[in-house]
Protein backbone atom coordinates (compact mmCIF):
# COMPACT_ATOMS: atom_id res chain seq x y z
CA UNK A 1 0.00 0.00 0.00
CA UNK A 2 3.06 2.25 0.97
CA UNK A 3 5.04 0.85 -1.83
CA UNK A 4 7.67 3.52 -3.23
CA UNK A 5 6.86 5.87 -0.47
CA UNK A 6 9.05 7.56 2.04
CA UNK A 7 8.00 8.34 5.59
CA UNK A 8 10.35 9.83 8.48
CA UNK A 9 9.37 9.03 11.83
CA UNK A 10 10.88 11.09 14.58
CA UNK A 11 11.63 9.28 17.94
CA UNK A 12 11.30 6.27 15.31
CA UNK A 13 13.58 3.66 17.24
CA UNK A 14 11.85 3.21 20.91
CA UNK A 15 8.40 2.75 22.25
CA UNK A 16 5.47 4.50 19.83
CA UNK A 17 8.11 5.80 17.44
CA UNK A 18 9.44 2.20 16.95
CA UNK A 19 5.75 0.73 16.28
CA UNK A 20 4.95 3.46 14.05
CA UNK A 21 8.19 2.68 12.03
CA UNK A 22 7.41 -1.04 12.19
CA UNK A 23 3.81 -0.55 10.58
CA UNK A 24 4.59 1.87 7.82
CA UNK A 25 7.55 -0.24 6.80
CA UNK A 26 5.72 -3.45 6.98
CA UNK A 27 3.00 -1.56 4.86
CA UNK A 28 5.78 -0.95 2.12
CA UNK A 29 7.30 2.06 3.03
CA UNK A 30 10.60 2.82 3.35
CA UNK A 31 11.19 4.65 6.72
CA UNK A 32 13.71 7.13 8.21
CA UNK A 33 13.65 6.72 11.74
CA UNK A 34 14.77 9.96 13.44
CA UNK A 35 16.64 9.04 17.06
CA UNK A 36 19.26 11.65 19.42
CA UNK A 37 20.45 9.74 21.48
CA UNK A 38 21.23 5.70 21.78
CA UNK A 39 22.99 5.26 18.65
CA UNK A 40 23.38 1.13 19.25
CA UNK A 41 19.75 0.23 20.33
CA UNK A 42 18.47 2.64 17.18
CA UNK A 43 20.97 0.66 14.64
CA UNK A 44 19.79 -2.45 16.64
CA UNK A 45 16.20 -1.55 16.11
CA UNK A 46 17.19 -1.21 12.29
CA UNK A 47 18.92 -4.29 11.66
CA UNK A 48 15.97 -6.04 13.76
CA UNK A 49 13.63 -4.73 10.53
CA UNK A 50 15.54 -5.21 8.29
CA UNK A 51 15.92 -8.64 8.76
CA UNK A 52 12.51 -9.31 8.38
CA UNK A 53 12.25 -7.79 5.22
CA UNK A 54 11.54 -4.04 6.20
CA UNK A 55 13.41 -1.32 4.52
CA UNK A 56 14.44 1.47 7.23
CA UNK A 57 17.49 3.73 7.52
CA UNK A 58 18.00 5.49 10.86
CA UNK A 59 19.06 9.22 11.68
CA UNK A 60 21.11 10.50 14.32
CA UNK A 61 19.42 14.51 15.17
CA UNK A 62 17.83 16.51 17.50
CA UNK A 63 14.17 17.99 16.86
CA UNK A 64 14.83 20.93 19.12
CA UNK A 65 17.29 21.99 16.65
CA UNK A 66 16.20 23.30 13.36
CA UNK A 67 19.74 22.79 11.75
CA UNK A 68 19.57 19.06 12.92
CA UNK A 69 15.98 18.83 11.41
CA UNK A 70 17.11 20.69 8.03
CA UNK A 71 20.33 18.06 8.05
CA UNK A 72 18.03 14.91 8.04
CA UNK A 73 15.40 16.02 5.96
CA UNK A 74 18.16 16.64 3.47
CA UNK A 75 19.80 13.66 3.83
CA UNK A 76 16.53 11.27 3.38
CA UNK A 77 15.95 13.38 0.02
CA UNK A 78 19.68 12.45 -0.95
CA UNK A 79 19.34 9.04 0.01
CA UNK A 80 15.60 8.21 -1.41
CA UNK A 81 14.32 11.14 -3.29
CA UNK A 82 11.21 12.43 -1.68
CA UNK A 83 9.41 12.49 2.02
CA UNK A 84 5.73 11.86 1.66
CA UNK A 85 4.82 10.86 4.84
CA UNK A 86 6.27 13.05 8.12
CA UNK A 87 4.91 11.66 11.70
CA UNK A 88 6.42 14.00 14.51
CA UNK A 89 6.84 11.64 17.43
CA UNK A 90 9.77 12.37 19.02
CA UNK A 91 8.87 13.79 22.86
CA UNK A 92 10.40 13.49 26.54
CA UNK A 93 8.91 14.31 29.93
CA UNK A 94 10.15 16.40 32.90
CA UNK A 95 8.09 16.03 35.34
CA UNK A 96 7.61 18.26 38.28
CA UNK A 97 5.10 20.39 39.88
CA UNK A 98 5.05 24.33 38.82
CA UNK A 99 7.23 25.02 41.96
CA UNK A 100 9.72 23.11 41.35
CA UNK A 101 9.53 23.33 38.28
CA UNK A 102 12.88 25.12 36.28
CA UNK A 103 12.58 27.33 33.51
CA UNK A 104 14.79 24.52 31.81
CA UNK A 105 12.71 22.03 32.58
CA UNK A 106 9.69 23.96 31.01
CA UNK A 107 11.76 25.38 27.80
CA UNK A 108 13.21 21.77 27.25
CA UNK A 109 10.15 19.20 26.85
CA UNK A 110 8.65 22.66 24.78
CA UNK A 111 11.35 22.90 22.76
CA UNK A 112 11.73 18.72 21.49
CA UNK A 113 7.64 18.00 22.13
CA UNK A 114 6.18 21.35 20.33
CA UNK A 115 9.26 23.34 18.85
CA UNK A 116 10.24 19.82 17.14
CA UNK A 117 7.40 19.24 15.45
CA UNK A 118 7.54 22.77 13.55
CA UNK A 119 10.79 22.79 13.30
CA UNK A 120 10.55 19.25 11.27
CA UNK A 121 7.41 20.71 9.50
CA UNK A 122 9.22 23.47 8.37
CA UNK A 123 12.01 21.34 6.97
CA UNK A 124 9.69 18.78 4.77
CA UNK A 125 7.25 21.69 3.79
CA UNK A 126 8.86 22.99 0.39
CA UNK A 127 9.32 19.64 -0.73
CA UNK A 128 5.89 18.55 -0.06
CA UNK A 129 4.45 21.47 -1.22
CA UNK A 130 6.72 21.04 -4.60
CA UNK A 131 5.04 17.63 -5.14
CA UNK A 132 1.89 19.25 -4.20
CA UNK A 133 1.03 15.97 -1.82
CA UNK A 134 2.04 15.34 1.86
CA UNK A 135 0.50 13.82 5.20
CA UNK A 136 1.99 15.12 8.75
CA UNK A 137 0.69 13.45 11.65
CA UNK A 138 1.47 14.75 15.33
CA UNK A 139 1.69 12.32 17.96
CA UNK A 140 0.22 14.39 20.68
CA UNK A 141 -1.16 12.78 24.60
CA UNK A 142 -4.42 12.40 26.39
CA UNK A 143 -2.53 14.87 28.48
CA UNK A 144 -2.71 17.32 26.26
CA UNK A 145 -6.42 17.29 26.25
CA UNK A 146 -6.95 17.10 30.50
CA UNK A 147 -3.65 18.31 31.85
CA UNK A 148 -2.00 16.20 34.45
CA UNK A 149 -0.64 16.81 38.00
CA UNK A 150 3.63 17.41 37.77
CA UNK A 151 3.11 17.85 34.11
CA UNK A 152 2.47 21.59 32.89
CA UNK A 153 5.37 21.44 30.45
CA UNK A 154 4.20 18.30 29.12
CA UNK A 155 0.79 18.77 28.48
CA UNK A 156 1.33 22.21 27.14
CA UNK A 157 3.55 21.12 24.58
CA UNK A 158 1.04 17.96 23.49
CA UNK A 159 -1.91 20.74 23.88
CA UNK A 160 0.08 23.38 21.78
CA UNK A 161 0.29 20.45 19.14
CA UNK A 162 -3.20 20.50 18.49
CA UNK A 163 -3.20 24.76 17.43
CA UNK A 164 -0.04 23.76 15.61
CA UNK A 165 -1.47 21.14 13.51
CA UNK A 166 -4.90 22.99 12.80
CA UNK A 167 -2.96 26.02 11.43
CA UNK A 168 -0.55 23.91 9.10
CA UNK A 169 -3.85 21.81 8.31
CA UNK A 170 -6.09 25.16 7.22
CA UNK A 171 -2.37 26.91 5.28
CA UNK A 172 -2.05 23.52 3.24
CA UNK A 173 -5.67 22.41 2.62
CA UNK A 174 -5.24 23.59 -0.75
CA UNK A 175 -1.69 22.16 -1.70
CA UNK A 176 -2.78 18.01 -1.19
CA UNK A 177 -1.17 18.18 2.33
CA UNK A 178 -2.95 17.14 5.32
CA UNK A 179 -2.15 17.76 9.05
CA UNK A 180 -3.62 15.52 11.90
CA UNK A 181 -3.06 14.72 15.11
CA UNK A 182 -3.13 11.34 17.20
CA UNK A 183 -3.62 11.94 21.10
CA UNK A 184 -2.94 8.49 22.80
CA UNK A 185 -3.68 7.79 26.11
CA UNK A 186 -1.18 5.41 28.62
CA UNK A 187 0.73 3.15 26.41
CA UNK A 188 2.81 0.36 27.25
CA UNK A 189 5.93 2.16 26.47
CA UNK A 190 9.42 2.61 28.54
CA UNK A 191 8.25 6.11 29.07
CA UNK A 192 5.16 4.63 30.68
CA UNK A 193 6.64 1.43 32.36
CA UNK A 194 9.33 3.63 33.86
CA UNK A 195 6.47 4.94 36.47
CA UNK A 196 6.46 3.72 39.55
CA UNK A 197 4.62 0.31 40.18
CA UNK A 198 1.76 1.68 42.99
CA UNK A 199 0.90 5.01 40.80
CA UNK A 200 0.75 2.51 37.70
CA UNK A 201 -1.90 0.73 39.37
CA UNK A 202 -3.68 4.06 39.86
CA UNK A 203 -3.43 5.26 36.41
CA UNK A 204 -4.61 1.96 35.07
CA UNK A 205 -7.56 2.25 37.81
CA UNK A 206 -8.60 5.53 35.92
CA UNK A 207 -8.92 4.61 32.20
CA UNK A 208 -12.56 2.89 32.06
CA UNK A 209 -11.47 -0.14 29.51
CA UNK A 210 -8.18 -0.41 33.08
CA UNK A 211 -5.57 -1.83 30.81
CA UNK A 212 -2.53 0.06 28.65
CA UNK A 213 -2.59 0.29 25.20
CA UNK A 214 -0.39 -1.31 22.97
CA UNK A 215 2.06 0.77 20.81
CA UNK A 216 1.07 -0.55 17.59
CA UNK A 217 -2.40 0.05 18.50
CA UNK A 218 -1.02 3.71 18.03
CA UNK A 219 0.64 2.83 15.06
CA UNK A 220 -2.36 1.79 13.17
CA UNK A 221 -4.44 4.91 13.36
CA UNK A 222 -1.21 6.79 12.36
CA UNK A 223 -1.28 4.46 9.77
CA UNK A 224 -5.09 4.64 8.65
CA UNK A 225 -3.97 8.61 8.49
CA UNK A 226 -1.54 8.23 6.24
CA UNK A 227 -3.19 5.87 3.77
CA UNK A 228 -4.61 8.09 0.46
CA UNK A 229 -7.94 7.62 1.47
CA UNK A 230 -7.66 9.48 4.15
CA UNK A 231 -7.53 12.81 2.13
CA UNK A 232 -10.61 14.49 3.81
CA UNK A 233 -9.60 14.02 6.95
CA UNK A 234 -7.32 16.73 8.03
CA UNK A 235 -6.65 19.51 11.37
CA UNK A 236 -8.57 16.45 13.12
CA UNK A 237 -7.80 14.83 16.70
CA UNK A 238 -7.78 11.15 16.61
CA UNK A 239 -7.94 9.61 20.40
CA UNK A 240 -6.86 6.48 20.99
CA UNK A 241 -7.08 6.02 24.75
CA UNK A 242 -9.11 3.10 26.14
CA UNK A 243 -11.70 5.83 27.22
CA UNK A 244 -9.46 7.81 29.56
CA UNK A 245 -10.46 11.67 28.05
CA UNK A 246 -13.87 11.60 29.14
CA UNK B 1 -6.90 -12.76 7.81
CA UNK B 2 -4.10 -11.19 8.18
CA UNK B 3 -1.61 -12.63 10.79
CA UNK B 4 -0.59 -11.19 13.99
CA UNK B 5 2.34 -8.72 14.20
CA UNK B 6 5.39 -9.50 16.56
CA UNK B 7 3.20 -6.49 18.85
CA UNK B 8 0.34 -8.76 19.71
CA UNK B 9 -2.22 -7.16 17.31
CA UNK B 10 -2.54 -7.29 13.70
CA UNK B 11 -0.82 -4.58 11.18
CA UNK B 12 -3.62 -3.78 9.45
CA UNK B 13 -7.43 -4.45 9.37
CA UNK B 14 -9.26 -7.42 9.68
CA UNK B 15 -12.06 -9.75 7.70
CA UNK B 16 -15.69 -9.35 8.70
CA UNK B 17 -16.42 -12.79 7.70
CA UNK B 18 -18.81 -14.21 10.16
CA UNK B 19 -19.75 -10.42 11.44
CA UNK B 20 -23.34 -9.30 11.70
CA UNK B 21 -23.81 -5.72 11.40
CA UNK B 22 -26.81 -3.23 11.81
CA UNK B 23 -26.63 -0.15 9.74
CA UNK B 24 -29.27 2.38 10.09
CA UNK B 25 -30.75 4.57 7.11
CA UNK B 26 -27.85 1.59 5.83
CA UNK B 27 -29.38 1.90 1.56
CA UNK B 28 -27.85 5.29 0.76
CA UNK B 29 -25.99 8.21 1.18
CA UNK B 30 -23.45 7.69 4.03
CA UNK B 31 -25.01 4.58 5.07
CA UNK B 32 -24.96 3.21 1.64
CA UNK B 33 -21.27 2.99 1.80
CA UNK B 34 -21.09 2.07 5.28
CA UNK B 35 -23.03 -1.06 4.06
CA UNK B 36 -21.11 -1.63 0.91
CA UNK B 37 -17.81 -1.36 2.82
CA UNK B 38 -19.02 -3.93 5.55
CA UNK B 39 -20.61 -6.21 3.00
CA UNK B 40 -17.12 -5.99 0.99
CA UNK B 41 -15.29 -7.13 4.14
CA UNK B 42 -17.51 -9.78 4.73
CA UNK B 43 -19.90 -9.02 7.44
CA UNK B 44 -23.80 -9.72 6.91
CA UNK B 45 -25.17 -6.38 7.04
CA UNK B 46 -28.39 -5.82 8.39
CA UNK B 47 -30.00 -2.54 7.23
CA UNK B 48 -32.71 -1.04 9.19
CA UNK B 49 -34.99 1.80 7.43
CA UNK B 50 -38.68 3.26 6.80
CA UNK B 51 -40.58 1.85 4.16
CA UNK B 52 -39.10 3.22 1.39
CA UNK B 53 -35.97 2.20 2.34
CA UNK B 54 -37.18 -1.52 1.12
CA UNK B 55 -36.85 -0.59 -2.51
CA UNK B 56 -33.40 1.33 -2.06
CA UNK B 57 -32.28 -1.71 -0.57
CA UNK B 58 -32.58 -3.84 -2.85
CA UNK B 59 -31.18 -1.08 -5.72
CA UNK B 60 -28.06 -1.49 -3.41
CA UNK B 61 -28.17 -5.16 -3.32
CA UNK B 62 -28.20 -4.63 -7.31
CA UNK B 63 -25.30 -2.30 -7.41
CA UNK B 64 -23.02 -4.89 -5.23
CA UNK B 65 -21.18 -8.00 -6.88
CA UNK B 66 -20.39 -10.84 -4.45
CA UNK B 67 -21.48 -9.61 -1.49
CA UNK B 68 -25.08 -8.53 -2.76
CA UNK B 69 -26.50 -11.78 -0.72
CA UNK B 70 -25.19 -10.17 2.57
CA UNK B 71 -27.61 -7.64 2.86
CA UNK B 72 -30.43 -7.70 4.13
CA UNK B 73 -33.31 -5.56 5.39
CA UNK B 74 -35.51 -4.71 8.15
CA UNK B 75 -38.04 -2.18 8.52
CA UNK B 76 -37.99 -0.19 11.57
CA UNK B 77 -38.80 3.55 12.20
CA UNK B 78 -35.98 4.18 15.00
CA UNK B 79 -37.63 6.69 16.39
CA UNK B 80 -39.81 4.19 18.22
CA UNK B 81 -38.32 2.33 20.80
CA UNK B 82 -40.52 -1.23 20.46
CA UNK B 83 -40.01 -1.09 16.64
CA UNK B 84 -36.28 -0.88 17.19
CA UNK B 85 -36.34 -4.07 19.57
CA UNK B 86 -38.45 -5.83 17.07
CA UNK B 87 -35.88 -5.00 14.46
CA UNK B 88 -32.93 -6.19 16.68
CA UNK B 89 -34.81 -9.23 18.30
CA UNK B 90 -35.21 -10.44 14.36
CA UNK B 91 -31.77 -9.65 13.21
CA UNK B 92 -30.54 -11.36 16.03
CA UNK B 93 -33.36 -14.65 15.40
CA UNK B 94 -32.00 -14.73 11.95
CA UNK B 95 -28.42 -14.24 12.00
CA UNK B 96 -27.64 -15.44 15.12
CA UNK B 97 -25.70 -12.21 16.41
CA UNK B 98 -24.98 -8.78 16.20
CA UNK B 99 -21.61 -7.98 16.28
CA UNK B 100 -21.73 -4.18 14.89
CA UNK B 101 -24.33 -1.34 15.27
CA UNK B 102 -23.77 2.03 13.37
CA UNK B 103 -26.25 4.64 14.29
CA UNK B 104 -26.43 6.20 10.79
CA UNK B 105 -30.36 6.98 10.37
CA UNK B 106 -30.59 10.69 10.19
CA UNK B 107 -33.35 13.15 8.96
CA UNK B 108 -33.18 17.16 8.45
CA UNK B 109 -35.56 19.51 8.87
CA UNK B 110 -34.56 23.35 7.96
CA UNK B 111 -35.64 26.65 9.79
CA UNK B 112 -34.45 29.33 11.39
CA UNK B 113 -35.38 28.89 15.25
CA UNK B 114 -38.05 31.53 14.38
CA UNK B 115 -40.00 29.27 11.58
CA UNK B 116 -39.21 26.01 13.17
CA UNK B 117 -42.40 24.77 14.59
CA UNK B 118 -41.97 22.54 17.98
CA UNK B 119 -43.02 19.20 15.74
CA UNK B 120 -40.28 19.57 13.22
CA UNK B 121 -37.89 20.12 16.38
CA UNK B 122 -39.24 16.78 17.86
CA UNK B 123 -38.88 15.04 14.87
CA UNK B 124 -35.17 15.43 14.06
CA UNK B 125 -34.42 14.74 18.49
CA UNK B 126 -36.77 11.95 17.59
CA UNK B 127 -34.55 10.35 14.50
CA UNK B 128 -31.66 11.69 15.41
CA UNK B 129 -31.07 11.88 18.87
CA UNK B 130 -33.19 9.11 20.24
CA UNK B 131 -32.81 6.62 17.67
CA UNK B 132 -29.19 6.09 18.52
CA UNK B 133 -30.26 5.82 21.75
CA UNK B 134 -33.44 2.92 21.67
CA UNK B 135 -31.13 1.12 18.86
CA UNK B 136 -28.05 1.07 21.62
CA UNK B 137 -30.63 -0.20 24.28
CA UNK B 138 -31.77 -2.75 22.24
CA UNK B 139 -28.80 -4.24 21.17
CA UNK B 140 -26.84 -3.94 24.57
CA UNK B 141 -27.31 -6.95 25.98
CA UNK B 142 -26.97 -9.07 23.69
CA UNK B 143 -23.19 -7.51 23.09
CA UNK B 144 -22.54 -6.86 27.34
CA UNK B 145 -23.24 -11.23 27.30
CA UNK B 146 -21.11 -11.87 24.38
CA UNK B 147 -18.92 -9.49 25.56
CA UNK B 148 -18.14 -7.80 22.12
CA UNK B 149 -19.98 -4.73 20.24
CA UNK B 150 -18.80 -2.47 17.99
CA UNK B 151 -20.73 1.07 18.00
CA UNK B 152 -20.61 3.50 15.94
CA UNK B 153 -22.65 7.12 16.00
CA UNK B 154 -22.61 9.28 13.01
CA UNK B 155 -22.72 12.52 14.44
CA UNK B 156 -21.46 15.81 12.28
CA UNK B 157 -19.17 18.94 12.06
CA UNK B 158 -22.45 20.85 12.57
CA UNK B 159 -22.63 19.16 16.29
CA UNK B 160 -19.60 21.17 16.92
CA UNK B 161 -19.87 24.16 15.01
CA UNK B 162 -23.81 24.34 14.77
CA UNK B 163 -25.27 25.62 11.09
CA UNK B 164 -27.75 28.38 10.37
CA UNK B 165 -30.94 27.02 9.52
CA UNK B 166 -30.70 23.66 11.80
CA UNK B 167 -30.87 24.07 15.76
CA UNK B 168 -32.75 20.87 15.62
CA UNK B 169 -30.01 19.00 13.59
CA UNK B 170 -27.34 20.65 15.28
CA UNK B 171 -28.68 19.49 18.91
CA UNK B 172 -29.14 16.18 17.81
CA UNK B 173 -25.56 15.54 16.13
CA UNK B 174 -23.83 17.49 19.23
CA UNK B 175 -26.17 15.49 21.66
CA UNK B 176 -25.20 12.37 19.97
CA UNK B 177 -21.51 13.27 21.13
CA UNK B 178 -22.18 13.08 24.70
CA UNK B 179 -24.49 10.02 24.56
CA UNK B 180 -21.90 8.04 23.19
CA UNK B 181 -19.41 9.35 25.64
CA UNK B 182 -21.45 8.31 28.36
CA UNK B 183 -22.19 4.63 26.11
CA UNK B 184 -18.77 4.05 25.90
CA UNK B 185 -17.75 5.02 29.61
CA UNK B 186 -20.40 2.46 30.77
CA UNK B 187 -19.35 -0.54 28.32
CA UNK B 188 -15.88 0.21 28.99
CA UNK B 189 -15.29 -3.37 30.67
CA UNK B 190 -17.72 -5.01 28.49
CA UNK B 191 -15.56 -5.40 25.11
CA UNK B 192 -17.52 -2.82 23.61
CA UNK B 193 -16.26 0.43 21.81
CA UNK B 194 -18.49 3.20 21.50
CA UNK B 195 -17.12 5.86 18.83
CA UNK B 196 -18.52 8.78 16.81
CA UNK B 197 -18.03 10.17 13.18
CA UNK B 198 -18.46 13.72 12.91
CA UNK B 199 -18.71 14.42 9.02
CA UNK B 200 -18.49 17.76 7.37
CA UNK B 201 -20.47 18.41 4.03
CA UNK B 202 -20.60 14.79 2.09
CA UNK B 203 -21.98 15.01 -1.58
CA UNK B 204 -25.71 12.82 -0.71
CA UNK B 205 -29.10 13.24 -1.30
CA UNK B 206 -29.57 15.25 1.92
CA UNK B 207 -27.39 17.67 0.95
CA UNK B 208 -28.25 18.16 -2.41
CA UNK B 209 -31.51 18.90 -0.93
CA UNK B 210 -30.52 22.27 0.25
CA UNK B 211 -30.33 25.38 -1.56
CA UNK B 212 -27.59 25.54 -4.03
CA UNK B 213 -26.70 29.03 -2.29
CA UNK B 214 -25.95 27.14 0.80
CA UNK B 215 -24.04 24.23 -0.83
CA UNK B 216 -21.64 26.90 -2.34
CA UNK B 217 -21.25 28.61 1.05
CA UNK B 218 -20.82 25.27 2.45
CA UNK B 219 -17.78 24.30 0.11
CA UNK B 220 -16.37 27.84 0.32
CA UNK B 221 -16.08 27.07 4.15
CA UNK B 222 -14.62 24.28 3.97
CA UNK B 223 -11.02 24.63 3.58
CA UNK B 224 -10.28 22.12 0.77
CA UNK B 225 -12.89 23.50 -0.83
CA UNK B 226 -15.16 20.31 -1.99
CA UNK B 227 -17.45 18.29 -0.24
CA UNK B 228 -16.20 15.02 1.30
CA UNK B 229 -17.29 11.38 -0.86
CA UNK B 230 -19.75 9.21 1.16
CA UNK B 231 -17.23 6.58 0.57
CA UNK B 232 -14.49 8.97 2.80
CA UNK B 233 -16.80 8.54 5.64
CA UNK B 234 -17.28 4.87 5.11
CA UNK B 235 -13.94 3.69 5.62
CA UNK B 236 -13.60 5.95 8.75
CA UNK B 237 -16.47 4.00 10.39
CA UNK B 238 -14.62 0.87 8.93
CA UNK B 239 -11.55 1.11 10.80
CA UNK B 240 -13.44 2.18 14.01
CA UNK B 241 -15.52 -1.30 13.98
CA UNK B 242 -12.47 -3.53 13.29
CA UNK B 243 -11.17 -5.76 15.93
CA UNK B 244 -7.71 -4.24 16.18
CA UNK B 245 -9.75 -0.40 17.01
CA UNK B 246 -10.54 -1.93 20.38
CA UNK B 247 -8.49 0.68 22.76
CA UNK B 248 -10.60 3.57 20.69
CA UNK B 249 -13.94 4.16 22.67
CA UNK B 250 -15.73 7.62 23.13
CA UNK B 251 -13.98 8.74 20.76
CA UNK B 252 -14.95 11.61 17.68
CA UNK B 253 -13.56 11.03 14.43
CA UNK B 254 -13.69 13.94 12.47
CA UNK B 255 -13.76 13.58 8.68
CA UNK B 256 -14.81 17.53 7.29
CA UNK B 257 -12.21 18.70 4.74
CA UNK B 258 -10.50 20.79 7.62
CA UNK B 259 -14.27 22.31 8.38
CA UNK B 260 -13.61 22.33 12.10
CA UNK B 261 -14.12 24.71 15.03
Request: charged share 20%; hydrophobic share 45%; aromatic share 6%.
Given at each position: MFEG???IVTGGTRGIGAAITEMLAKSGAHVAAGYSKGKEPAEACVARLKAEGASVSCHQGRVDDFNDCQRVVDEV??????VDYLVNNAGITVDKTLRKMSNDDWHNVLNVNLSGAFHMTKAVLEHMIERGSGRIVNISSV??????IGQANYSASKAGLFGFTKSAALELA???ITANVVAPGFIATEMVKAVPEAALAKVIEKIPQRRLGEPSEVARVVKFLLEDGSSYITGAVYTVNGGLDM | MDATSTFGHSATLRSLAGRVAIVTGGSRGIGGAISRSLAADGAIVAVVGVAPDRERTAELRASLNGSAKLVHFYEADVADYPQCEAAVRNVIADHGRVDILVNNAGITKDHTIRKMTVDEWK????VNLSGPFFMMKAVLEHMIERKYGRIVNISSV???TGNFGQSNYAAAKAGLLGLTKT???ETARAGITVNAVAPGFTATEMVKLMPQAAIDIAKSRTPQDRLGEPDEIGRVVRFLIDEGSSFITGATYDVNGGMFM
Amino acid sequence: MFEGRVAIVTGGTRGIGAAITEMLAKSGAHVAAGYSKGKEPAEACVARLKAEGASVSCHQGRVDDFNDCQRVVDEVLERFGRVDYLVNNAGITVDKTLRKMSNDDWHNVLNVNLSGAFHMTKAVLEHMIERGSGRIVNISSVIGETGNIGQANYSASKAGLFGFTKSAALELANKGITANVVAPGFIATEMVKAVPEAALAKVIEKIPQRRLGEPSEVARVVKFLLEDGSSYITGAVYTVNGGLDM
Amino acid sequence: MDATSTFGHSATLRSLAGRVAIVTGGSRGIGGAISRSLAADGAIVAVVGVAPDRERTAELRASLNGSAKLVHFYEADVADYPQCEAAVRNVIADHGRVDILVNNAGITKDHTIRKMTVDEWKAVLDVNLSGPFFMMKAVLEHMIERKYGRIVNISSVVGHTGNFGQSNYAAAKAGLLGLTKTVALETARAGITVNAVAPGFTATEMVKLMPQAAIDIAKSRTPQDRLGEPDEIGRVVRFLIDEGSSFITGATYDVNGGMFM
